[in-house]
């Protein structure tokens, strides 16, 4: 995961809006838990895809289209 600190960069508290996707070769349970822990450290207004089970480049193309 990837997270550049001038994208949350915000003035006057205001929640900034991401969108999160949360990749794994296995179930995702732990990037999906680790992921929320990490970025509940700010403040982010955010929706996120869990995509499990992504075990190969073919598929990781393939959820990219």
Known sequence: ???SLNS???D???LVDRT???ISDGTA???EVL???VLSQFPL???SYTLPFVSSVERA???KK
């Open 8 to 10: 949350i960069n915000c």
């Open 1 to 3: 995961m990837i997270l």
């Open 61 to 63: 193309e393939e959820i």
């Open 35 to 37: 992921g929320h822990a």
């Open 29 to 31: 349970i732990t990037a």
């Open 12 to 14: 006057n508290n205001e």
């Open 20 to 22: 999160v996707f949360f």
């Open 45 to 47: 207004k955010m929706k």
